[in-house]
């Protein structure tokens, strides 16, 4: 398998070599071989000694070729190949048009204030709605100049993270 | 005599005011909301009691409610912590009404300090100097915007019914004063009911210094030395500290004697904070008295010895301060870092629900005062502040050295915090020589750094990153072929074995 | 220069020392046992290997399997901790034989205060004051017989080779002596190989009282005052406090010097413990030097402010102490309770297994050091000490009080530990005017208190009692009713709801 | 029901008088009343609101009559009957002759030396083996006078808590 850390951008291979016990085995990254103990698994979550160093982690999210882990509290994604796969045929999809142009909320809440209307001229960093959070009042601003096609928020109602607030075009 | 005190607050304040109470064999007396049912506080205290809703306005807002409980169980006292109704005058009355006794200055001089405009005044009059700006509340934009010409840009838009940096917004010319002026109007009348907002001179690289005071029914007032809460975000503090790397300890004698006059001046009664401005000049201002006990008080009571919430119970008793200002020493260094439940590499998107499991640090010199505990929940209706870690040591060095050891054994499952900042902080130069600023984020540009060191973390983490994508792998594969054996043999367990998603194959 | 330190202990030991290097700096290598694989200073350390089997003696004692593994990982220094071969000197030799940096003295000092006869004979000469007694060990028993003969009862019978109390008996008569004099005979070749037991004159109300030592290749040599370590039971420690309720300034200071002056006799290097026996006529008696690392060493952190393990650290690095002994002040006061895995109410039978969860106490002044989390397993192949819980208060009251609310918030799930005898002791009025001596838990009945202490607690809590017992049966009802209907529903799992036993029927 | 607690050698009547929601109640313990509310309930434990109190308990041990209970960390053990059913009909069980004999170990351990031997006499408090748990030696004393029967430790072994070290007569 190749195995993609995204923030890095950087593939490297890995594969398990040989077991060597019922929990510890030889596993290969790139050029070197590392000896990996499990010390314990549980559902979504491992410990393990690689080499000589103990190290937890957790499976926040799977999908088929993005892994979300927390690798020693610290959250990474890794996304993985069969080797033939082409690692292009997915890049494609993130620079879709419909995304950047689709204004999300970045956060939950309530919706205090609905401050732009549908097809009002807006310029990034102008205010839309206006959402209170954990006691605070926090604006959602255009993230681009254009006009503001489709407005789905509602004074009063709650919102979920990444709720699609407004089409701007 | 108290026997018995409510404390109206939740958090984990509450649970400090609850050991507060044991260790002076008082009762104590938790209020709870729907959302806190299962809080560490309630399984603390000796009684708890429903308040309401979770929904602040409908239970730890209600006076009312409050009231009744604290006559019901026969509270003599109440501690209002902070935040919530702690400064509200309304409610000291109300709890006076009642013949309980508000542990905290008297309804008013909390009507004094929480008018901030008429506070200032009277400091200013006194001789106490203050900010340049408005001196009083300005109803229409226009005016402010007139004296903003007046006493020059940039300028700050604050609510004389905020508090704790809520509601002060930064305007750098005229159509953003309007803006922000406006949005502020609004975001009071939403929280308050009224819009009475003030205009001040906004200062450059200024550090926030704070005085801990304490002042008793007889008169008696002392300050407990200064607090260093330059590091924020947004106005809120993200890290506190004392000594200030910035007050030697001429200035300390100094300012501290203002402070206790100010307590004089407001007849302030129990534990309170004056927080200055000091800019670039050393020149420092007067900005506003902070009438209950602060999020940061165990930084003080690191460094002094002095226990704050046994001490303001004890004033509120009637007793006076045991101690003299010429007894107080100023020993060591405390660190304080406030662990939010908020995503600092999201812009501090507030982020709550269930934590699984956590790691809360212990070791020489540590102390962090928090709710949590495995399974507990972080409720999105209430401040985000989840957990203060504090650390003391002989030096600042000792300080800082510790405060990042305990950093990093520090782990909270399934919430993103203000940790990873901090980690950052922590290691940065600027904060290590003292260069300290309220816009200290910006102007060291922070944020990057925790990209980066997130980065840095990565690189140096390649293999056991690498391991643990492969090892999800082996694990599906191997809850597999356990599934269909077990599958063979008829029955299946999910419990503790890993059987998720698909064989990618290894 | 010391850039990497293997850690040769388990345990909260092992852990303290990780902190200690994170904070300098230095990394941190941990062994451990079959047994330890999960052990909380394997997580923490930055690289960490197996060592042996479960048993000591194929792994922590393990002299050759330490140094290959010191060797291999390329450590510079080896911190014993205490217990194991933390005052064995021949592990001192085979580091310094290896070019490792033994974190303690020298193998020949360990040699030296390790022959407890010898030690004590050249303290002697030098006009330290010491207990009456053989002066050398005996190998018969008719010898010793003769002694006691000589000195009068009571006589205790000591290990040459033992430690920390361990192999101490007491002997009032003739035949008892004969009886343990052979039972410490068998225990000592059991543990050690050898057997060569000394009597000593056992003194009545005593006080068990040491003296925290600390002196630099340069020859200089400091105390870090007292801590009182009478509470305890069959010579093992239970509470320590420093200061003691029994010293004074002046004997502070006179008693002090003492202590430097035998660790300039003995040539000592780095942290050690001078302990006296104090009898009921104020007189001091030298009896032995520990040569290690206390169990109670925060104790003494707490009230001075001295990181001990760093400061061996430095020491062992060849650096000079950083303070005078005139810049030493001892600051408030500190309690430190040992809780171990053991049942205090059925003569202390050790208790060990899987501990599901645990709740470590919090708060103003409180310090817990400890292996414990949620999960962790307790062993039954090593000591028993799961937990050291630490107030500091400005006052001994101010600690009391602090601890006795860390005791109530302590909850450590599955096994039995010595908390409820803590709760008792500190409550007693005894303790509380510091009357205290070796003998303390007999002389003033604590057992019996514990006891009466569980009843008051029943009595208190009726309610809540039957309460619970009758939930039980609410409960089991309601699981039964709950699996009659998910069965028909066709799938039942059990996971979260209680469906134990039988109907009782409410 | 009737709840004797045995330490305090105090039975009580109780029963649930209502409830008056899905997780809360009236019960009646003696003559009073209380309001029962049920936090959380989990596999042996349970978490509860008393009138206005918290109370954790544990239920370790529970049998058709004795329940082994762990009420906020403390161990204490209640016994429970149907009103009409006779409390002396257990009573007889424990002084039985037979536990009276047995000298029962009160730890668990390695057994490093048997020191009495079969059809010797003793006198209570005679050292009859010595075992080593955590570290240190503990004797096993006689409980009573009287003459070694059997003797059921062996030196090496291991042995649990509560095993039957010897029978004396």
């Known amino acids: 398998m190749e195995f993609k850390i995204e923030d890095l951008a950087l593939t490297l291979k890995a594969n398990v070599v040989r077991k060597v016990g019922p929990e510890e085995m030889i596993i290969k990254i790139g050029d070197k071989e590392h000896v990996l103990q499990i010390l314990y698994s549980g559902t979504n979550q491992i410990e393990f000694m690689l080499d000589n160093s103990y190290h937890h982690a957790k499976y926040i999210d799977i999908n088929s070729t993005d892994m979300q882990l927390e ?19 997915k890049s494609s999809k993130h620079s879709s048009n419909v995304i950047q142009k689709a204004l999300m909320s970045f956060i939950p809440g309530r919706v205090v204030s609905v401050v732009a ?13 206006i959402l209170e959070s954990m006691k605070m009042q926090v604006a959602i601003k255009a993230h681009k100049d254009g006009k503001v096609k489709e407005l789905n928020v509602k004074e009063g109602s709650s919102i979920s993270r990444n709720h699609k607030v407004a089409l701007i075009e | 005599m108290i026997n018995k005190i409510l404390i109206a607050n939740r958090g984990e304040i509450a649970i400090r005011v609850v050991r507060a109470c044991r260790e002076l064999g008082i009762k104590s007396v938790a209020i709870y909301s729907d959302e806190d049912t299962q809080a560490m506080n309630v399984r603390l205290a000796d009684e708890a009691y429903h308040i309401g809703p979770s929904n602040p306005s409908e239970s730890y807002l209600r006076i009312d409610k409050i009231i009744d409980i604290g006559e019901k169980c026969g509270a003599d006292a109440i501690h209002p912590g902070y935040g919530f109704l702690s400064e509200n005058s309304d409610f000291a009355l109300a709890c006076k009404k009642s013949g309980i006794i508000f542990i905290g200055p008297s309804s008013e001089t909390l009507e004094l300090v929480g008018d901030k405009m008429r506070c200032k005044a009277m400091m200013k009059k006194a001789g106490v100097p203050v900010v340049p700006g408005s001196d009083g509340t300005l109803e229409e934009v226009e005016k402010a915007l007139d004296l903003a010409n007046e006493i020059g840009y940039p300028v700050l838009v604050k609510s004389a019914y905020g508090g704790g940096g809520r509601g002060i917004r930064l305007a750098n010319e005229e159509k953003q004063l309007r803006q922000e002026f406006e949005m502020a109007a609004m975001e009071s009348k939403s929280a308050f009911g009224r819009s009475a907002l003030y205009i001040e001179k906004s200062l450059s690289k200024i550090r926030h210094i704070e005085f801990q005071l304490i002042r008793d029914a007889e008169g008696n007032s002392l300050h407990l030395f200064e607090r260093e809460c330059s590091i924020q975000r947004r106005h809120q503090k993200l890290i506190e500290m004392s000594p200030s790397p910035a007050v030697d300890p001429e200035t300390r004698d100094r300012i501290g004697m203002i402070a206790t006059k100010i307590a004089d001046i407001s007849d302030y009664l129990n534990a309170g904070t004056a927080e200055f401005l000091r800019d670039d000049d050393r020149n420092f ?35 006076t301060i045991p101690f003299k200002q010429s007894d107080l020493k100023l020993n060591g260094c405390a660190i304080e870092c406030r662990i939010n439940a908020e995503d600092p590499l999201s812009d501090f998107v507030p982020s709550f629900g269930t934590v699984p499991s956590c790691v809360i640090p212990y070791g020489p010199g540590i102390r962090v005062d928090t709710y949590l505990f495995p399974g507990c929940r972080v409720s999105g209706y209430y401040d985000s502040l989840i957990a203060k870690l504090l650390a003391w040591g002989r030096d600042f060095d000792e300080a800082k050295g510790r405060v990042k050891n305990a950093l990093n054994e520090f782990y909270v499952e399934g919430i993103q915090t203000t940790i990873p900042l901090y980690k950052t902080i922590i290691d940065d130069p600027a904060f290590i020589i003292g260069d300290l600023s309220t816009d200290y984020l910006d102007r060291f540009k922070i944020f990057d750094k925790v990209h980066i060191m997130a980065k840095e973390y990565m690189k140096k983490n390649v293999d056991a990153i690498v391991a643990t994508a492969l090892l999800h792998n082996v694990l599906v594969k191997r809850g597999i072929d356990m599934q269909q054996k077990t599958n063979k043999r008829s029955r299946w367990k999910e419990k503790g074995t890993f059987a998720q998603g698909l064989n990618y194959g290894i």
Chains 1, 4 share one sequence.
């Open chain 1, 71 to 89: 690798v020693d509290g610290n959250p990474v994604t890794v996304s993985q190949f069969a080797e033939l796969r082409a690692i292009t045929s």
């Open chain 1, 117 to 129: 209307k549908p097809g009002m001229e807006v310029k990034k960093g102008d205010v839309i709605a």
């Open chain 2, 285 to 319: 201002y007067f900005i506003e008295i902070n009438s209950r006990l602060q999020v940061e008080h165990p930084v003080t009571e690191l460094v002094t010895g002095v226990d704050l919430v046994k001490l303001q119970i004890q004033i509120a008793s009637g007793k």
